[in-house]
């Protein structure tokens, strides 16, 4: 799952965060596998059997049923059982179910822009925001920030180096070779914010240059609650005029 972290700053910008859907097949879903050799259960084939015949039959709670059988006897009482007149299929009542690993969440106040019109002045309150949201699953998973390339990252402080980076100045010419830090900080559920636990790939090695929180250490419980990012940018007070930038995404993974 991802989401679009944007930053920007004209010395002062800065917009954040949104969730595009990763590409993916259905293949190996739960119901995917079902009627396959991986399938958990084969007395029952629900495979194909979803209400619409589309995939949101993977991601939307349905049942469905099929199946009769016929069975008469008689009573031997020396033998304690039964003698079978006549049977047909099964009479056997199977039951499966499928639950699909699920993960959901929401983000607000997510797009942000800072104005620094006097970086002297400028305090932390000035130079932070808060992305409050919330989310919900049935498996722990790691949150993280995935950028678009390699970061130096100090993992005590959440400061990634030179993240914000310059485009233009006001008189439109090019200020690439500027950068900046900025401070990533999340908490779950109104605890403390805290500092991320690694930086690396994620499950299956699908997702890269990842700043990730280890869900497990920092309180996410498996079921629903509020999750926040803390972003802080931190430009020196002589840091170049102009505009700067930021892109990253959200993702998560499961703790597999």
Avoid at 68 to 87: E, F, K, Q, R
Wanted: glycine share 12%; proline share 4%; net charge negative.
């Amino acid at each position: 799952m991802k989401k679009v972290l944007a930053l920007a700053i004209v010395v002062a910008v800065v917009g954040l965060f949104t969730l595009p859907a990763n590409a993916a097949t259905y293949s190996n879903t739960a119901y995917g596998q079902e009627g396959t050799i991986a399938d958990g259960y084969l007395p029952v084939d629900g495979a194909g059997h979803g209400p619409t015949g589309t995939v949101s039959d993977n991601y939307t709670n349905w049942k469905w049923q099929e199946g009769s059988g016929s069975y008469s006897a008689i009573y031997s009482w020396d033998g304690d059982a039964w003698l079978v007149i006549a049977t047909t299929n099964s009479s056997d009542i199977d039951v499966e179910c499928d639950i699909e690993m699920y993960w959901s969440e929401t983000t607000a106040n997510n797009k942000i822009y800072f104005h620094i019109g006097n970086p002297f002045t400028a305090t932390d309150a000035d130079k932070t925001a808060e992305v409050t949201g919330t989310y919900a699953t049935n498996h722990p998973m790691y949150v993280g920030i995935q950028f678009p390339t390699a970061k130096t990252i100090d993992l005590g402080t959440g400061i990634v180096t030179d993240a914000m980076e310059g485009t233009v100045d006001i008189g439109g010419r090019s200020i690439a070779g500027q950068k900046f830090d900025v401070m990533f900080l999340m908490r779950f559920n109104g605890g403390s914010y805290l500092v991320p636990t690694s930086f690396g790939d994620g499950s299956h090695n699908t997702q890269h240059n990842v700043l990730w929180w280890d869900t497990m250490k920092t309180g996410n419980l498996v079921g629903s609650g509020t999750m926040d990012f803390l972003v802080k940018i931190l430009p020196d007070a002589g840091q170049a005029d102009g505009n700067y930038n930021l892109d990253p995404v959200i993702v998560t993974a499961p703790v597999l």
